[in-house]
């Protein structure tokens, strides 16, 4: 899933400690029923739970901690703790938040960061504790070429999912002229340049755009791309940005299609937008649609939490019990289980993981779907895009 520009709340924000107890009893003993010496220990989610792109960490943290409490079910005692690190999806605040996380000794691992800009400012505090990452979603292509051993990437990188968006833009939509703009993100930025890449000479126009909570008034990129006749326009960034550029693009009687990647791919666009402007907005996800998980997953995820699985809340949840098996497996230190994740071949409900050397997804893993908007303001799956 990449960087938010999210507005920080309050300088460093903490931890949003554990929810359950731990599996030993009074005496410190530890309880058998519940997997003996394996438990005790605890696993992270690290990332926005406040900030103005909440939304997606949200969904991935919900994923996450359902996988934990049906683990901590199936063992008959609250065996592994869920530990939530809130970020605020913010670069500026991610290192001091990372520093609160790997001073606790019991983490052996840790789904996120969810973006890009907050995985280049805290995964190096992660590397030197040694504590292995698995993001659901942070897809800026560098990540995985800074030399972290403990970097771990469950979705395919934006060299699979730009290329994947420009096809579908050139081939599906069959536009000749598209406005590329982005929030100036390590994500945003990251993901327009290789749309802009590969669509060539079909790019009509280009802007830049301040992060999402930052601006409100977006009339100058508006007006640029009524100017250079584009039908589509791409845009690199997040859904509260997006939904008010959809906004004021219809306000001002542009008839286009607005596109994006993942970081839109959120109702919230919608609510910024309004319901009947989102209509027909396309977002590009490396990512299956949610509602095609496999087993019950659909089903216990509503009946935990009230709502359906969002983007990467399946993802996120594999990536968790990836964690969980591995602990079964006796991976019970943090270097432990960074050697057990280079050795995986795990089957889970939204996908097939295996990683690289350099911690990518093994590329017969990899898919890139398109969504659209509807008129209830949520995003459909249209067709999975081609990637090679």
Same mark, same amino acid.
């Given at each position: ?17 554990? !929810? ?34 909440? /939304? ?40 001091? *938040? ?39 979603? !942070? ?14 990437? !469950? ?39 290789? *749309? ?7 790019? !009509? ?47 001002? +009687? ?40 496999? +087993?019950?997953? *659909? ?10 699985? +969002? ?26 289980? /960074? ?37 209830? +303001? ?11």
């Amino acid at each position: 899933m990449r960087q938010v520009l999210a507005r920080a709340i309050g300088g460093l924000a903490v931890i949003g400690l554990v !929810a359950g107890a731990a599996a030993c009893n009074s005496s410190g003993t530890t309880d058998s029923k519940a997997g003996g010496g394996n438990c005790g220990y605890e696993l992270a989610f690290f990332g926005a739970l406040t900030g103005s792109a909440a /939304n997606l960490g949200v969904n991935i943290e919900q994923g996450f901690e359902l996988a934990i409490q049906q683990y901590n079910t199936k063992k008959g005692s609250e065996c592994i703790k869920v530990a939530k690190f809130d970020s605020q999806g913010e670069p500026a605040v991610a290192p001091g *938040v990372a520093r609160n996380l790997v001073a606790n000794k019991k983490i052996l691992g840790i789904v996120g960061p969810p973006f890009s800009g907050e995985s280049e400012a805290a995964d190096p505090i992660f590397e030197e504790a040694g504590i292995p990452t698995i993001t659901p979603s !942070a897809t800026r292509t560098s990540l995985s070429s800074k030399g972290w051993k403990t970097f771990h990437r !469950a979705v395919a990188n934006d060299d699979a999912q730009g290329p994947a968006a420009a096809s579908y833009i050139a081939d599906t939509m069959k536009a000749e002229k598209v406005f590329v703009a982005h929030d100036q993100s390590a994500y945003g930025a990251g993901l327009a340049d290789v *749309v802009k890449a590969k669509l060539g000479a079909k790019v !009509a126009g280009e802007d830049k755009t301040e992060g999402d909570g930052k601006q409100t008034d977006f009339s100058a990129v508006v007006q640029k791309v009524i100017a250079s006749k584009a039908t589509v326009m791409f845009y690199g960034g997040y859904y509260t940005n997006g939904g008010l550029i959809r906004k004021q693009l219809t306000a001002n +009687g542009w008839k286009g299609t607005l596109v994006g990647g993942d970081g839109m791919k959120d109702p919230g666009l919608a609510k910024a937008a309004g319901n009947k402007e989102a209509v027909g907005t396309v977002t590009t996800c490396p990512c299956s649609p949610p509602e095609k998980a496999g +087993g019950t997953f *659909v089903a216990d995820y509503k009946a935990k939490w009230n709502v359906d699985a +969002g983007t990467y809340s399946d993802v996120a949840y594999d990536a968790a019990n990836i964690y969980l098996a591995g602990i079964d497996a006796g991976n019970t230190t943090p270097e432990k289980m /960074n050697t057990y994740l280079s050795t995986i071949n795990y089957t889970g409900i939204a996908n097939t993981y295996k990683f690289t050397a350099t911690g990518e997804l093994d590329p017969a893993s990899i898919k890139v779907w398109a969504f659209k908007f509807d008129e209830a +303001g949520n995003t459909v799956a249209d067709q999975e895009i081609k990637t090679a």
